[in-house]
């Protein structure tokens, strides 16, 4: 559709014009009287037939510009005259609207209309410097138009229409035409910078990161199990993992902004993913290095543009839920509860009652007497004095008041004589004389000895119904049947007795009113509260919660505090508590379940506070390692949760839908370098895709973990004893196979000090038999050296002391050789796992030096192995492994002071790229060529145009190309073993060839 808007400005109506043209001729006439004078119908029809060529013009110089404009994009303006015409946001357009302009003045050159004498030409001003081409540009305006927007809409502002009359100008006209035209100039324009803007999104935004993460994370998840399973995964995520991810992604991107992606990449991301599937059957090897004849018999189908989802449950995903209990903290709290001097006290706690003396005086009769009698009138008195004695005199029967909340022990009750003598002092000159006068009190005292069984116990004041019964206690013992005589004994034999007692209260010199008691414990109350405790042990141990295993690895879930409000919520039903105590041992037991749940729930408050700083030395070696922080991992775990739309549906244009074709140089993004031999778009040698992979915790355990436990560990060049085990037994299972003297050498001082921390180990436990029970230290040693058998090299001796088996071992033993009870055995136990030795630590030095003489070995015979070719003899050294799947690696959730729940691991990837070229065309071109296509193609070119006419170009700008940088991270969750997970290569960082710097 095409519309004309003319510009009214000046013009004159057409039949004033037809009225001034007859009049002009008419005047004109005696000059040329051979000549007819022009009509009105003249006029106008020339002016519609140049209106009408000057329309098609505009559409024909829009259209090509638009064709000339998208095959040569200026992205950037040039720093140039020319250039700086262009505004840098809107490069694109405004250089759109320049080529219009040109194109259209170029084609209204040709424009003509004529009738007889009178014809009308168009034109626009021409342009000879940077200020008439930004004048220029100002007349055009360019906007996407049609259906869906799949066209584009200009309009042409003041195109100057003159009518000439035998060559002589009489009138001018003013047009602005607007066209709509079939050219996706404008619409490709704006899907490659929205391509370009999703690949350099953030992992908060759809595009290339949130893609490459969720590639990766299925992926890394798979390997990191498969590894934790014992397969043979030597790097969990390798650079030719992220670059199978990131290609991936980069096609999952296309498709979902152009519609479809390119055909050459899916091929390439089809061939790349049967190589790097070869590549990880042989643990790293270089794709070069294998025979094309084994990558022609791989057995591989085309892969998906969108994340791959996995349809096995054997692995598990970052979004499955994974249970974690209490588990050990229930023996950590039970140690120190269980402790004899903690259970002692909790238990005379329990047992432990407040008294106090309650008494009535009530007087009988008597009382102080009055003034002694003067000796005369002439007497003075100078001094009065009275004097007291009080004496019981018989026993007398009374009662007194009990407060509420107590009950009375003891009641008795005495008869008080309270003897006054007042003496007066008198004096006549120098003359002193004394009086006197005597009188007597009678008191009747009552004294009660009352009780209550409040005291310092955790355990709930609440009645014991059998309190003073002897015969009530389950366990034969006294209950508080003691609390009686020894309450009495407390205040009132502390008082002098019952006659001085009651005299006390007669002269007010009663001190101690209050005390507490504690009364005896039945000798079996002890064992009696600890096998309780311990059948308390089993439903705590077993406390669990469900978190995810992703958001475990990133810390935004914990665990322990989790678990503390999960005890806290169960506390009351746990303690079980009764409304009445049937005996105070009943008190002593509630009293001791309490004290062993607060003890949990401390110990978890603690493991809480320790993961919280864990987390921030995570988030610190991180920052410290990589470019990555936990919030990004967070929004990355998020990302590969996000459901991201497959494709973008085909927007339907004016004469159909609009279908693109996306055509890359170099269609996969490789971590090779290449030249232009290869492409001819390429310049010189470049490299399309850089990365930077970063394993955080590699092998083995002692770098960053180390960091992040903290103080678990005094200084930093010593490892776990675990660790260095697991290193120790991966050299003896390499050297099983294969010679190697630098190994054996590494191998050997490793071992010295393996065996040395294990008698160090061996030590400490037949210490601990010997110290708590009744065994000699001969007894002692033979039943360590009994129970430690089984484990016969110094690496298995080593891991079965780390992991719990090796005590648990001389537990049974000590208990069967020294018939030791339930109790003694369950104490024991619990004993021999409470030993901390600082010198059971290997260094760090010969751990990392057998790993690393490990890894060569295993490398050497691989290559060696590579090199006679054969699918065969790689498969049986895939499965040999040569012991490098035993080397630690990750970071121990978290031990060695809490329950070690999981192993996690932790990569950083960055990615850059570069496409030597990116076009993309759509499916409608000029109407006059059926079947043509619109192509705007980015190749990082200059774009230059001849803007003056003067035979030479100037430079516009230049056709960017499209390059992005992108980064993710992944994280890896596993059950806790001491082979963990992560990359076991070597290479804590793995670069690319080019890093930092892609493309040209």
Known sequence: MVSVRDDTRGRIPFALLGVLLLVSSLTLAPTFVSEPAPS???????????????????????STAGRQAAANPVVTPADTPTGRVLNGSTAFRDS??????LRVADRLERVTGRSGDVTVTASLPTVSNASDLRAAKRRVSVERAGP????????????????RRNGAVVSTRRVSPTVVVPNQALMLHDQVSTYQTRLNNGLDKPGLSQRMTARLYPMAWARGYAQYGGAGVENVVANRHVSLATNGALLGVQRSTFGRSDPAGRRALTEATAMTGIEDVVRGSRGSAVSSDVLDQADYKPVSETPPRPKSTASPSPGDSMTIGVNETADTAFRSVTEPSALNETLEDAYTVEVALEVDEHRLGGGPPGKPASPGSEWTLVADRTTTSVEAVGNASGGVATPDGWHRLETFSRTVERQYTRTAVWQNGSVRRRTTVSSTARYRVTVAVVGRHHGRSVAPNRSIRTAHDASASPLNGSNLADVEPKAMDRLVGHAGGRDETAERVVDDSLGRTEATVTADRPPELHEWVYRDLMALREPIRNTTVTVERGRVGTFETNPPRELRERVAQRRADLAAVPDTYDSTAQ??????????LNAVLTELDRQASVRDSNRKRVDAQLTERTEGSLRALRKGLTARETRVPRSRPVPVGPAGPVRTRVDTQTPYLTLAELNESRYRALDGSEHPLVARNANVFTVPYGDAADAVVGGAFEGGDRVRL????NALAAANETLEDESSATLASERDALQREVEAANEELTTTLWLAVSQHTEAEQGESKA??????SPWDTPAARALALTNGSAQERVAHVAGARLNLTRVERDRLRLTLFSVDTPATRPTL???NGTASAVRSVAKDELSKALANAGEQKVQQFAKKRLGTDKLPAGLPLAPPVTPWYATANIWWVTVKGEYARFAVSASHGPPREPGARTTYARDGHNVTLDVDDDGSTERLGTADRVSFSADTGVVVVVPPKPRGVGDKGGTAVEESSGWPHAGT
Do not use: F, H, P, W
Request: hydrophobic share 50%; no cysteine.
């Open 587 to 596: 008190k002593a037991r509630a009293a001791a379940r309490l004290t062993y």
């Open 40 to 62: 009105e119908t003249a006029v106008e029809r020339a002016l519609n037939q140049a209106t009408a060529e000057t329309q098609v013009a505009v559409r024909d110089g829009v």
């Open 148 to 163: 869906n927007e799949t066209a584009m809409r200009a309009t042409v502002e003041n195109i100057v229409l003159t009518v």
């Open 722 to 725: 675990a660790t260095a085990a």
């Open 845 to 847: 030095e010969s751990t």
């Open 96 to 101: 759109l609207r320049i080529r219009a302009y």
């Open 783 to 788: 039943i360590v050296t009994e129970a430690l």
